[in-house]
């Protein structure tokens, strides 16, 4: 017997012949004379069953979910079954066995109704539950997408260090730890390392945990989350960076509907429109957003959350569209490596993009020339020290160039239409968690 995929039977391989599958028994059903068996693969579900008198042939009725095991029969049409197809069990070898009598949640259901406090914590055991494994295959989707249409654009992947001297936007939020007997930071961003490599390779792009040590507790922040970061040189403007980042989303809904489809059915997914994305000036949206729903604008250099959303829900009535470009952002909330306005100096050639009223995307373009930089810090009063190989570079000629980083969870979390930015993270760390 052949090994298959649940794939390859689901594609009716090997109908009316002897076929093996491993997995886990994701549920079992005995009915007396028929046993039903469950088996969970990496791409599915398959139904076995085992009918007979003499049920203890293969110690079927003694297995309990989650067991591993090897299973073997003949391929049939079972339309009631999942995928079309079942198998005649007629082999089952014990690969290894659970200890438990009962599992500490009901994966085998096809909705967890359980809270997400308990879904993290068994959070291994959670995501045996199909719905709760499909918002992952997606989110793998997400990151494929990402790889695979930056290398076609030219772009070069890095990896660079998570253990810095000093954060690249700086403030209070970077976890600080003791380095050999030197003061050292988890990266907030790879932002300084990024930008020396456009020198080298002109494009680069990074998918890697970044740190943030804010003392919040809300559903669209984390403390460590994946970042997919890009920069790129010869650039006439922050457009092309904003054009960038649409290439990407085109690509990566053209991907999802091709490859995973199986996962946005399982999660009932909506793919967002992505061509022809809105682009408004910061200043502008705020005062046609609180014009247009009667609200006060309370922070003039930044957006609200309530004003990201309404900001959402004004695209969607207006232009029909998920996703939002805002640009120019004031100099003040931006980083000193933010190229400002040659038109107005206290605004920044920079964006964010909102994706159904949550910001998913900062990006912009940056100082490039090495005076212009160094003027820049002296005017917000920082050190350069720690950030010497930062400036050498610039020092020795950089192209003009910008980048963004996107937030993988809230990417993910908005496409998925989740509530809590936890929901779409393996394993969360925020405030209140630092396990599993």
């Not at 794939?7 to 009316?16: A, P, R, V």
């Not at 001297?165 to 300084?192: C, R, W």
Request: glycine share 8%; hydrophobic share 35%.
């Amino acid at each position: 017997m052949e090994t298959k995929s649940i794939m390859q039977l689901q594609k009716k391989e090997g109908l009316g012949e002897s076929v093996k599958v491993k997995g886990a028994i994701h549920n079992i059903r005995d009915m007396g004379n028929i046993i039903f068996l469950l088996i969970r693969t990496r791409d599915g579900i398959i139904q076995c069953v085992y009918e007979g008198k003499d049920t203890d042939a293969l110690e079927v009725q003694k297995r309990r979910a989650e067991d591993c095991v090897c299973v073997g029969g003949i391929l049939t049409e079972n339309e009631k079954a999942p995928g079309g197809v079942e198998i005649r069990l007629d082999y089952l070898e014990v690969l290894s066995t659970t200890k438990a009598e009962m599992l500490p949640l009901p994966v085998s259901k096809w909705k967890l109704d359980t809270s997400l406090e308990a879904k993290l914590n068994y959070r291994s055991i959670s995501l045996r539950n199909i719905k709760e494994r499909a918002k992952f295959r997606i989110q793998e989707g997400l990151v494929r997408a990402f790889r695979e249409y930056l290398y076609r654009e030219g772009f070069t992947e890095i990896h660079t260090p998570k253990i810095a001297g000093k954060g690249a936007e700086g403030g209070a939020n970077m976890f600080k730890l003791d380095y050999f007997h030197k003061s050292a930071v988890l990266s907030q961003s790879p932002q300084f390392y990024k930008q020396m490599m456009v020198g080298v390779f002109d494009r680069v792009f990074e998918t890697a945990p970044a740190f943030r040590a804010e003392k919040h507790s809300t559903k669209r922040h984390l403390n460590e989350y994946i970042s997919m970061d890009l920069e790129m040189g010869y650039i006439d403007g922050f457009e092309d960076i904003m054009k960038t980042e649409a290439g990407y989303l085109e690509y990566a809904v053209e991907l999802l509907e091709k490859e995973y489809k199986k996962e946005l059915e399982i999660l009932k997914v909506r793919l967002p429109k992505v061509k022809d994305i809105p682009v408004v000036r910061f200043q502008e949206i705020k005062e046609e957003v609180s014009k247009a729903y009667g609200t006060t604008i309370k922070n003039p250099n930044d957006l609200e959350p309530e004003e990201e959303l309404l900001i959402g829900k004004y695209a969607k009535e207006k232009w029909d569209a998920d996703f939002v470009f805002v640009t120019h952002y004031p100099t003040k909330k931006r980083p000193f490596y933010a190229m400002e306005d040659p038109q107005n100096p206290n605004y920044t050639l920079s964006f964010d993009l909102l994706f159904k009223g949550l910001e998913i995307t900062t990006g912009g373009q940056r100082i490039h020339n090495y005076d212009t930089l160094i003027e820049k810090i002296k005017k917000r009063g920082m050190e350069k020290e720690g950030m010497e190989a930062y400036l050498d570079t610039f020092y020795y000629g950089m192209p003009p160039h910008g980048g963004l980083g996107i937030g993988l969870e809230r990417l993910t979390m908005r496409l998925l239409d989740e509530e809590n930015v936890r929901e779409t993270t393996l394993f969360p760390r925020d405030i209140k968690r630092l396990e599993p």
